[in-house]
């Protein structure tokens, strides 16, 4: 399976949205909370090419985005053979 990251802050909608599609999946994925910054959001930001807003996504070191993005590659059917690759 993939290896999945997302970054998150604590009450988040988009980054609760995010997990639970992944949770759908059946991914495996590490989350990283970022509520209080630190050094962790600098490596986001720097990963993410300077976006600062969260959930940021990334699977197999590849950004995906944000929750909209990750909901539109599911749309498109793009989402699960990503989720299998690796």
Same mark, same amino acid.
């Given at each position: ?9 604590? +009450?988040?909608?988009?980054? %609760? ?5 992944? /949770? &759908?999946? +059946? ?22 090419? !300077? ?8 699977? /197999?070191?590849? %950004?995906? +985005?944000? &929750? ?8 498109? !059917?793009?989402? /699960? ?6």
């Amino acid at each position: 399976m993939a290896k999945v990251e997302i970054y998150t802050k604590f +009450g988040c909608p988009y980054c %609760h949205r995010a997990t639970r599609l992944l /949770d &759908s999946k +059946g991914a495996v994925y590490e989350e990283y909370d970022i509520t209080l910054g630190g050094p962790q959001r600098a490596e986001m930001i720097q990963r993410a090419n !300077g976006r600062t807003t969260v959930p940021q996504i990334f699977i /197999d070191g590849k %950004h995906i +985005g944000g &929750s909209d993005d990750l909901a539109a590659l599911d749309a498109q !059917g793009r989402l /699960d053979p990503l989720l299998k690759a690796a």
